[in-house]
């Protein structure tokens, strides 16, 4: 599907890099359509020798590009749709926005009407090809959906929504990442005070947090059914769950993803 095409990535951050780096693990993608482009790009110059062009001209890449991929600050949108609007062709080419808080309509108030133009949340496991990303866009077409999706799934996989849960799927999606680790990170600190190094406890966590992900996934599972499997009568593991109730783990957790959402609204 991305054989032939050509991508630019503008303001090529940690999201960018972990793009550029599912895109190269692609049989059929040819490192010389891709453009990454940064202010000061230095750190990203180890790409040339994979056949990536690198460099600092957001105008030369934009008007190379099939996919425009916008990796820059919220703040930055705009300003670099402005500036690279006089190059983009709304007839072939498709623009993508990264950024958070952004909508479509402020895009629009730049580009082309004519435009496709997406919105794209993915997260930080985009790193190890595990995000997942949500979707959106304006004036879609087949092609360039089919596209779009080909991109983010070499870096996990993606789904299409409205993009009124845009926000929410930020909340879920790349906040919901952390609220994991913060997760894993308590539980790594238990395992040391009942007796474990942290690196023994670290591994037990890693793997069993991994495990539980995959049991939801493969099994397509409700968690409360696979935790009715593992809390016999006046056994330890629903003692545990029941002091963590008592001291709000739950409530805490969902109040946790409502302040995150209520933040990223006044955004």
């Known amino acids: 599907m991305l054989k ?44 040339q020798d994979k056949g990536v062009r690198v460099h600092s001209d957001n105008l030369i890449a934009a008007k190379e590009a099939d996919l425009v991929i916008l990796g820059v600050k919220p ?30 309509d402020e895009m629009f108030e730049v580009l082309d009407p004519k435009t496709t133009a997406f919105r794209a949340m993915p997260n ?3 790193d190890i090809r595990e995000s997942v990303t949500c979707i959106t866009a304006r004036n879609n077409k087949e092609e360039a959906e089919a596209k779009v999706k080909a ?21 879920l999606g790349a906040c ?15 395992g040391i005070q009942i007796g474990f190094d942290a690196k023994t406890a670290s591994l037990i966590v890693n793997q069993t947090v991994k495990g539980a992900a995959e049991l939801m996934i493969q099994k397509n599972m409700h968690p409360e059914e696979a935790i009715d499997k593992v809390t016999t009568p006046k056994g330890c593991t629903i003692v545990g769950l029941n002091e963590m109730e008592h001291q709000g783990f739950s409530a805490a957790m969902v109040r946790g993803v409502l302040a995150s959402y209520q933040k990223i609204e006044k955004i």
Do not use: W
């Open 4 to 47: 032939d095409t050509k991508i630019a990535i503008i303001g090529c951050g940690n999201l960018g890099t972990s793009i550029v780096n599912g895109l190269l693990e692609l049989e059929d993608f040819q490192p010389q359509h891709l453009h990454v482009t940064k202010r000061n790009p230095s750190n990203l110059l180890y790409l």
């Open 75 to 104: 703040f930055n949108v705009n300003a670099i749709l402005k500036e690279i609007k006089p190059v983009l062709n709304p007839e072939n080419q498709v623009i993508v926005s990264l950024a958070t808080g952004v909508t479509l």
């Open 124 to 126: 930080i496991a985009a």
């Open 151 to 171: 991109l983010f799934d070499s870096i996990g996989f993606s789904i299409t929504i409205d993009e009124s849960l845009m926000e929410a799927a930020t909340v």
């Open 176 to 190: 919901g990442i952390a609220y994991v680790l913060r997760f894993m990170r308590a539980m790594i600190q238990g």
